[in-house]
């Protein structure tokens, strides 16, 4: 099973800044199966980035993807008010699939 | 658009059976996978398998076999999960999620709040 470790746990940032977030698995997963997801409180998960860097449907330019191997990266080019939430990391390339812990980006 | 639906709300008791149902609509049922994926109470995700609504093939995590049986009836474009022997521990919030072969889980269903409780 690939585990998919996260960090930071919580971010906290201001609007307008860029944020970071790491998604690092326990051996190598092909990109062209890391997602990454946004999850606010009382809704389902929300498909943001597939293949690693591929924004899905309607998902704004601010949020990209990248990495290979076992480092991925999320970033948000500047953060807007309904961007603070959980996001996670997702391999879907093996069986079974599995998610990162997630990433809670608060309002600082 | 493409949606997925799910049956409300459950509550059950230790040693209980769940069966949780998705509806999809907007979209061809047979040409996709359909997963299933549970988040306990301020937790992450766990998957749990998916179903072929082709051919009605699964693939189960090792956690749930024996205990998850993932069906589907394509007369409706539904799918189902049922959960057998039911722990507190399964108290959660299920959901199944479209999968494609490129764009992963790219669409899911509300949720069903499953309550394990005596």
């Known amino acids: 099973e690939i585990v998919l470790t996260q960090s930071p746990g919580t971010l906290s940032l201001s609007p307008g800044e860029r944020a970071i977030l790491s998604c690092r698995a326990s051996?190598?997963?092909?990109?062209?199966?890391l997602a990454w997801f946004q999850q606010k409180p009382g809704q389902a998960p929300r498909l943001l980035i597939y293949g690693a860097s591929s924004r899905a449907t309607g998902i704004p330019d601010r949020f990209s993807g990248s990495g290979s191997g076992t480092d991925f990266t999320l970033t948000i080019s500047r953060l807007e008010p309904e961007d603070f939430a959980v996001y996670y990391c997702q391999q879907y390339g093996s069986s079974p699939i599995t998610f990162g812990q997630g990433t809670r980006l608060e309002i600082k | 658009q493409v949606q997925l639906v799910q049956s409300g709300a459950e509550v059950k008791k230790p040693g209980a059976s769940v069966k949780v149902s998705c509806k999809a609509s907007g979209y061809t049922f047979t040409d996709y996978y359909m997963h299933w994926v549970r988040q306990a109470p301020g937790q992450g995700f766990e998957w749990m398998g998916w179903v072929i609504p082709n051919s009605g093939g699964t693939n189960y995590a090792q956690k749930f076999q024996g205990r998850v049986t993932m069906t589907r009836d394509t007369s409706i474009s539904t799918a189902y999960m049922e959960l057998s022997r039911l722990r507190s521990d399964d108290t959660a919030v299920y959901y199944c999620?479209?999968?494609?072969?490129?764009?992963?889980?790219?669409?899911w269903g509300q949720g069903t709040t499953v309550t394990v409780s005596s």
């Open positions: 999620a479209r999968g494609d072969v490129y764009y992963g889980l790219d669409v």
């Open positions: 051996q190598s997963v092909n990109s062209i199966y």
